[in-house]
């Protein structure tokens, strides 16, 4: 099986821009997640979509925001970039599942590296 | 405080040494994770464990839910077990994939 691909690796904005990065996940899988990664704050939780839905969210603003298509792939968009942007954003993918309280097995991408200047 | 805080955060050890790192957590949980991250970024997933002790090759992971505590073990260390070490939580009262992160332990094996 594939692994989880993330595309653009390496981005270079300028502050006050947008940008979008895309995650395909392993095949069969239904859950996505993206995460921040920085040198002050470490992994954070962005969110995680399943089945075209936004199941959870974490403590960011709202220029942070993602979608899933229908095949499972989604975007992540960061509008009004700004410096303290600069990060490694990670997506993850997982069977997801409709199961109460259960966390899944994650598979991460190798990463897209923003950099905002 | 953290919610999940790992020590150490820097290790440095001979090859072929036993190594151990520790994670604790202060909330209800559905499920641990311990992931290895490489420099460049890449992070796999090693183990999830939400009882008792996993165990692939080298790596032993265990858990003790009543003392909010995990620890993975590293067995006859090598310099290529050099990495960062992640230890992430499930939180008990969500459904998905939402994960809390620790800081990390840097490993450093020396040949």
């Known amino acids: 099986k594939a692994g989880v691909t993330q595309t653009p690796r390496y981005l270079i904005k300028t502050r006050g821009q947008q940008v979008t990065l895309s995650c395909s996940p392993i095949?069969?899988?239904?859950?996505v997640s993206w995460y921040q990664q920085t040198p002050g704050q470490g992994l954070q939780f962005l969110f995680e979509y399943f089945s075209e839905t936004q199941r959870n969210k974490g403590n960011f603003p709202g220029r942070f925001s993602g979608r899933q298509f229908s095949n499972s792939r989604s975007e992540m968009n960061v509008s009004t970039l700004e410096l303290g942007d600069s990060a490694l954003y990670l997506c993850a993918s997982s069977f997801g599942g409709l199961g109460t309280f259960q966390t899944y097995e994650q598979y991460f991408g190798p990463g897209t590296r923003l950099t905002v200047t | 405080k953290n919610e999940v805080e790992q020590s150490p955060q820097n290790l440095t050890a001979q090859e072929g040494e036993f190594i151990t790192i520790n994670c604790s957590y202060s909330?209800?949980?559905?499920?641990l994770h311990w992931l290895q991250q490489h420099p460049g970024g890449g992070i796999v997933s090693l183990f999830m464990l939400s009882s008792g002790k996993k165990k692939h090759g080298r790596l032993i992971a265990t858990i003790n839910i009543q003392e909010k505590h995990s620890s993975l073990h590293i067995t006859a260390s090598h310099p290529r077990d050099s990495a960062v070490y992640i230890c992430?939580?499930?939180?008990?009262?969500?459904?998905?994939?939402?994960?809390?992160f620790g800081e990390g332990t840097q490993l450093t094996v020396n040949p």
């Open positions: 909330v209800g949980i559905s499920a």
């Open positions: 095949s069969g899988h239904r859950s």
């Open positions: 992430a939580v499930g939180p008990e009262e969500t459904s998905g994939s939402r994960l809390t």
